[in-house]
């Protein structure tokens, strides 16, 4: 398997990775690694540790067996995506046990990333995904309903460009079921997006920037204007905070929510924020960051709002 890289992804690598070529090409795989872990798994941190254990075991092997790798790029691809695939089997047990609704960790503009374990700004790119169409919400949320197989198909053949038979390798099925799984995926997400105008991305932001001006009015008409009236609101608190445990459907209902959860938290600040490379809010309260909200937005209106409250998917926000 060749290795799939997006333009600009050079890595710097500390002490000897200048002396040892080898090292250097290695560790500039890292950054498409952690792009591919987060679009199969929604899970940022959840990515970082596959990636930690794909070079885990590269550094288990004896330098002899490493050195018969022919391409050691496609090799930690296939490990990477091997892990991923193990994950999202285990995944749906896992979400069985997860209290409410369950959202991937949004991420903020490259500009804006937090390093949680410092809680400074990191100089690593390769600490970064890479934000574009296949990273916003409503897709990756499209794909945590696919299974397994089919969201590990469509990721590597339809976004990063694997052949099929590169992708049997990681799916452990013949070229042929691949591309079947991979058009079944396509089909989950042609099946999401009902037939809409195209809204432009300036477009975006200002229907936002709109629903964040009547949001601080609380001004219920204003809000219900700018909701499709089959909108849908979801919410992730994780259990660990406050959060609604089910969908809101609706727009009047939505916006009474709205307007509820504003006057209850008097302190709350609503900010303007890119999310997942689209336009998006942040709510914080006492300066810290509680919430990060991504929409949906079709036809002039918004359709979807995610607001994610778990605290342990906001480190990246939050640096905690």
């Known amino acids: 398997m060749t290795t799939r ?11 000897d990775g200048a002396s040892d070529p080898g090292l250097r090409a290695i560790m500039s795989e890292r950054r498409h690694l952690l792009n591919l872990a987060y679009r199969l798994l929604g899970s940022l941190a959840d990515a970082e540790d596959v990636v930690q254990e794909t070079y885990a075991r590269w550094y288990t092997m004896s330098r002899p067996q490493r050195e018969a790798i022919a391409s050691p790029g496609g090799w930690l691809t296939t490990v990477a995506g091997r892990i991923c695939l193990d994950l999202l089997r285990s995944a749906r047990a896992r979400r069985e046990r997860y209290v409410g609704e369950w959202i991937p960790e949004p991420l903020p503009d490259r500009a804006e990333w937090i390093d949680g374990a410092s809680g400074g700004g990191t100089d690593d790119p390769a600490d970064r995904v890479t934000l574009d169409e296949s990273v916003n919400m409503a897709l990756l949320v499209v794909l945590d309903s696919m299974t397994p197989a089919e969201r590990v198909a469509f990721i590597l053949h339809d976004v990063f460009r694997y052949s099929f038979a590169e992708v049997a390798e990681i799916v452990g099925r013949t070229p042929a079921a691949c591309r079947q799984l991979a058009t079944s995926a396509r089909r989950r997400v042609r099946a999401s997006q009902a037939p809409a105008i195209a809204t432009p991305a300036a477009q975006r932001a200002h229907i936002v920037r709109d629903f964040k001006d009547a949001w601080e009015a609380k001004d219920i008409d204003a809000l219900i204007g700018l909701l499709d009236p089959d909108a849908r609101t979801v919410a992730d608190g994780g259990g660990l905070v406050s959060a609604q445990l089910r969908p809101v459907q609706g727009r009047e209902q939505i916006a009474r929510v709205l307007v509820d959860l504003a006057a209850g938290a008097p302190d709350m600040t609503i900010l303007e924020h890119t999310v ?42 939050t640096g905690q």
């Open 276 to 317: 997942n490379g689209q336009p998006g809010l942040v709510t914080q309260q006492g300066g810290v960051t509680v919430t990060v909200m991504a929409f949906d937005i079709a036809d002039g209106r918004i359709k979807h709002i995610w607001s994610v409250r778990n605290p342990e998917k906001l480190r990246r926000w």
């Open 5 to 15: 890289s997006e333009p600009g992804d050079g890595v710097s690598v500390p002490g």
